[in-house]
C-alpha cells in the first residue's frame, strides 16, 4: 500500500499499531493464510471512523476481523487493509442484569463474566470460538441456544460512517443471518439481556457443554468451527459421511474423524488444500444426495 497512506494511518493510529504485510496465519484460528497489506487495530470508535475514511478515499479494500475464526485467508494473502477489532473487548454490567461488550471481546470472556455475575442465559456461547461482533452478524448459536434469544440491543457503524442502535427486532436474526450481513454495517457494540441465576448452576451447564464439546468436535486441530451451515431437513456431518468422506484429506487439510461437519488442518495445511477440500466436499455431497451445502467460513483473497 502507498507508503503516504500507511504514514497517514500511523498518524491516526499509533505505530505499532499499524502493520505492514502481517501474516493472516497468525490471526485466522485455521492458522493459514498469507500476508495482509496493512494490519491496522483503531483503539476506539473514533479511530475507527477515520481508518475507514481514508481507505474510502482512495478506494482501497479492507476487511473487518475479530477473532478470526469464521475465516480462510488466501495463501496469496489480501491486498488491502485487515482492521482488527480485538482493542474493542470490554466487558461492563449495566444494571442487574445486563452485559455490555465490546465488538473485539471473546464469546468465551463474556459467559464467564456472565457466571461471575450470577447471570444466565449466555452459558451456551462459552465454547463459541469467537466474538461478540461476529456472533451477531451470524446470530451465532450452539445447543439450542442462539444470540437472538439474549440481545437487547446493537450499536453499529453504518457504511455512511453513521452509529446507530438496532433493537432485537430490527436485528432481523434468523438462521446465521441477521440485517448486518449483506448491509455493510460494522459491530460495535452489543447489549446482552439475561436473567439473574444461581452460580454454582452456571458454572456446571457451563462445564458440562465443555465436556460435550471435547467429546463431540476436534478441539484439539485448528478450524473454523462447523464449515457448513446447517441445510434445512438435513445436518451438514451426516451429509457429509453418508458420501464417504469421513477422514478425507487433501494436503495437510482434512475432513475430521470424530465430526464430519468441521474441515481441519490436521498438521502443515495451506489455505489452498482447506479451498479444495471444502469444494470438492460440496461436490460430493450434491452428488450423493442432492443437497447443496453452503460454508459458514468467509473466503477472503483470491482463490
Not at 29 to 56: M, N, W, Y
Amino acid at each position: 500500500m502507498n507508503k503516504e497512506v500507511v504514514e497517514y494511518m500511523r498518524q491516526i493510529v499509533s505505530s505499532e499499531n499499524v502493520i505492514e504485510n502481517e501474516d493472516m496465519s497468525r490471526h485466522t484460528t485455521f492458522k493459514t493464510g498469507g500476508p495482509a497489506s496493512l494490519f491496522i487495530s483503531p483503539e476506539d470508535t473514533e479511530q475507527l471512523i477515520k481508518v475507514i475514511e481514508v481507505l474510502k478515499k482512495i478506494s482501497g479494500d479492507y476487511f473487518i476481523l475479530g477473532n478470526g475464526s469464521n475465516i480462510l485467508v488466501s495463501d496469496k494473502g489480501f491486498d488491502g487493509a485487515v482492521i482488527s477489532l480485538k482493542k474493542f473487548s470490554g466487558i461492563e454490567l449495566k444494571g442487574d442484569d445486563t452485559i455490555v461488550a465490546g465488538a473485539g471481546a471473546l464469546n468465551s470472556a463474556i459467559a464467564s463474566f456472565a457466571r461471575d455475575n450470577s447471570l444466565t442465559g449466555f452459558e451456551f456461547a462459552a465454547g463459541i470460538p469467537g466474538t461478540i461482533g461476529g456472533a451477531m452478524i451470524m446470530n451465532a448459536g450452539a445447543y439450542d441456544g442462539e444470540m437472538k434469544q439474549v440481545t437487547k440491543e446493537v450499536t453499529v457503524l453504518s457504511p455512511a460512517g453513521e452509529i446507530m442502535v438496532l433493537d432485537n427486532q430490527t436485528m432481523e436474526f434468523g438462521y446465521r443471518t441477521s440485517a448486518i450481513k449483506g448491509r455493510g454495517y460494522i459491530v460495535l457494540s452489543v447489549e446482552l439481556k439475561l436473567e439473574k441465576g444461581d452460580q454454582g448452576a452456571i458454572s456446571e451447564k457451563m462445564a458440562e457443554l465443555a465436556a460435550r464439546r471435547r467429546d463431540k468436535q476436534p478441539l484439539e486441530f485448528p478450524s473454523a468451527g462447523s464449515t457448513f451451515k446447517r441445510p434445512e431437513g438435513f445436518f451438514a456431518g451426516k451429509l457429509i459421511e453418508d458420501a464417504g468422506l469421513r477422514g478425507y484429506s487433501i494436503g495437510g487439510a482434512a475432513v475430521s474423524d470424530k465430526h464430519c461437519g468441521f474441515v481441519i488442518n490436521k498438521g502443515g495445511a495451506t489455505s489452498s488444500d482447506i479451498y479444495r477440500l471444502i469444494t470438492e466436499v460440496k461436490a460430493k455431497v450434491m452428488e450423493t444426495s442432492g443437497v447443496e451445502l453452503e460454508p459458514e467460513v468467509i473466503m477472503l483473497g483470491d482463490f
